[in-house]
C-alpha cells in the first residue's frame, strides 16, 4: 500500500516556474516508479513525466520535454516535478501515482495509487 500527497501548486506568470513535491508513505517506496499526470478543465487526464525505481530513467510527455524535470529522493520518500517555462496551456490538476512495478509507465491504467492532485495555474 501507499498514500501519496501532493503539494506546491499555486498561481504564476507565464515563463515562471514551480517545483511540485509528492510525499508518499510506505517503506517500499523505493521499488515503486512513479509518474506525474495532469488534467486541464474539460479534458482528459493526461501523462506528464515518469521515473523509474532508482531514479536513472525518466519519460517525457513531448509537450513538457525541456521545460519540466522529474527526480526522486527514496531517502525522503518524495517524487518532485521541477516545471519551468511554464506556459498558460499547463494549467491543470497535478497529480502523482505510483506503481507497484521499477519501470517507467505512461498509461495511468499503470499506477495503483493516486493523490488528490494539487492544481497549478498559469496566467498569460
Known amino acids: 500500500q501507499m498514500h501519496v500527497v501532493e503539494s506546491g501548486g499555486g498561481l504564476v506568470q507565464a515563463g515562471g516556474s514551480l517545483r511540485l513535491s509528492c510525499a508518499a508513505s510506505?517503506?517500499?517506496?523505493?521499488?515503486?516508479?512513479m509518474g506525474w499526470f495532469r488534467q486541464a478543465p474539460g479534458k482528459e487526464r493526461e501523462f506528464v513525466a515518469t521515473i523509474n525505481w532508482s531514479g536513472s530513467s525518466t519519460i517525457y510527455a513531448d509537450s513538457v520535454k525541456g521545460r519540466f524535470t522529474i527526480s526522486r529522493d527514496n531517502a525522503k520518500n518524495t517524487v518532485y516535478l521541477q516545471m519551468n517555462s511554464l506556459k498558460p496551456e499547463d494549467t491543470a490538476v497535478y497529480y502523482c501515482?505510483?506503481?507497484?512495478?521499477?519501470?517507467?509507465?505512461?498509461?495511468?491504467?499503470?499506477?495503483?495509487?493516486w493523490g488528490q492532485g494539487t492544481q497549478v495555474t498559469v496566467s498569460s
Open positions: 501515482a505510483g506503481r507497484g512495478g521499477r519501470l517507467t509507465r505512461t498509461d495511468s491504467l499503470s499506477y495503483d495509487y
Open positions: 510506505g517503506r517500499t517506496f523505493s521499488t515503486y516508479a
